[in-house]
């Protein structure tokens, strides 16, 4: 009897930030004889001038697509929903020709609802990672919900994500808290050296701020505040200040973002690769002063592992399950930016604990899409279990 031939597992990465946790989820698959990784590159990854879809080759990762959806000066949110509607077009001829057993997406941006749009509809069956989780974002609350209800293999990051998921009404028998694949591999990133960090001024914090829906006035605010703030408080001391993702409202904050820094000669950088990020936040850990600031997940997920204390601006990541590394800013005054600020700082960081799991997601992943068979009919018909 001859073996069964490997099943395709088709992963969609559509930006910088999704890439970095999906790369040992990636990495997992390949490694797993029975399975075949196909990997397919979407939306913001194709922009210039970052073109992070470079990240992804040298890491030595093959790719078999390249989906364009955003195009390069526009936005907006109606720009937004053109873009997914290009994207939905590009992925189903993509798995027209690929033919995978499972269409692998992460998270909440219109890649992936795109992705799990054209796959649930055409009798793909869909594997959604860190599904189940809160964070207002943008449309980000919606579109999570939306995949989740398009796919039909859960992978949680949060054992309350998880049991979120099957309140929404999805089968508990396919519903597993896998952990976050930010956690993977975390322990073998040494932090950043002297010699890479001086050429960025050896910054004390790095400050990451994504749009969040909001109108322009207030996101302009919530960035002047929170460098105002963050100025005053850890006086002559430099900054790390990265451009925002490429999500609806993001060019005010990149704005006020450059011209704050220019005041300050602190850095912006437009893209670093995830492992120097992470060898970045790992510096700032080892410092008394170190901290993160913005509204990034990163914030929440990675600095909680490495013991970073962050603060959160405005309502981004609002509904989030909060490590107790966090302090929130939600209205963004710069009186309260300040204060969460000195309550950052002043943090016991050997009590700081987090809920994402043990670092091995990618290979508990993989072994479930393995096991499970992406034709069962108890998988691919959708009832709600309620």
């Known amino acids: 009897m001859t073996a069964a031939a490997p099943r395709t597992v088709a992963v969609v990465t559509g930006s910088r930030a999704e890439f970095g946790l999906l790369e040992p989820v990636m990495n997992a698959i390949a490694a797993e004889p029975s399975l075949r990784l196909r990997t397919i590159v979407a939306g913001a990854h194709l922009l210039p001038p970052a073109e992070t879809w470079r990240d992804i080759e040298t890491a030595g990762i093959e790719i078999a697509a390249r989906i364009p959806m955003q195009r390069a000066g526009e936005g907006g949110r109606l720009t937004d ?120 001024g050896d910054p004390a914090a790095v400050f990451l701020m994504h749009p969040s829906g909001l109108d322009e006035k207030r996101e302009r605010d919530l960035v002047r505040q929170g460098l105002a703030a963050l100025e005053q408080a ?46 970045l936040l790992k510096r700032l850990a080892r410092r008394p002063d170190g901290l993160m600031v913005g509204n990034s997940s990163a914030g929440l997920i990675e600095a909680a592992a490495i013991r970073l204390p962050a603060f959160n601006i405005g309502p981004r990541q609002a509904g989030r399950e909060r490590p107790n590394n966090v302090f929130d800013a939600p209205s963004g005054d710069e009186r309260e930016v300040r204060a969460a600020i000195e309550r950052a700082m002043a943090i016991d960081r050997t009590r700081i604990t987090h809920p994402y799991g043990d670092g091995c997601a990618g290979p508990r992943l993989a072994a479930l899409l393995a096991r499970t068979d992406p034709r069962d009919p108890r998988l691919l018909r959708k009832r709600c279990a309620y």
Do not use: Y
């Open 234 to 279: 850890m006086p002559g001391r430099n900054v790390a200040c990265f451009e925002p993702n490429h999500d609806a409202g993001r060019e005010p904050i990149l704005e006020e973002i450059r011209a704050a820094t220019a005041r300050r000669s602190w850095p912006v950088i437009d893209h670093m690769p995830r492992r120097r990020f992470l060898a």
């Open 81 to 200: 929903a053109r873009s997914a509607g290009r994207g939905m077009d590009g992925f189903a001829g993509t798995f027209a020709g690929l033919r995978p057993h499972w269409v692998v997406v992460l998270g909440d941006r219109i890649e992936p609802f795109a992705a799990a749009a054209a796959a649930s509809i055409a009798g793909i069956a869909v594997a959604h990672v860190h599904g189940g989780d809160r964070a207002e974002g943008i449309a980000d609350e919606a579109l999570r919900h939306a995949i989740t209800k398009l796919a039909h293999l859960h992978l949680a990051a949060t054992e309350a994500s998880a049991q979120r998921i099957v309140r929404l009404g999805e089968a508990e028998a396919f519903v597993h808290n896998v952990g976050s694949p930010a956690i993977d591999g975390l322990d073998r990133i040494e932090p950043m050296s002297d010699d890479d960090a001086r050429p960025l």
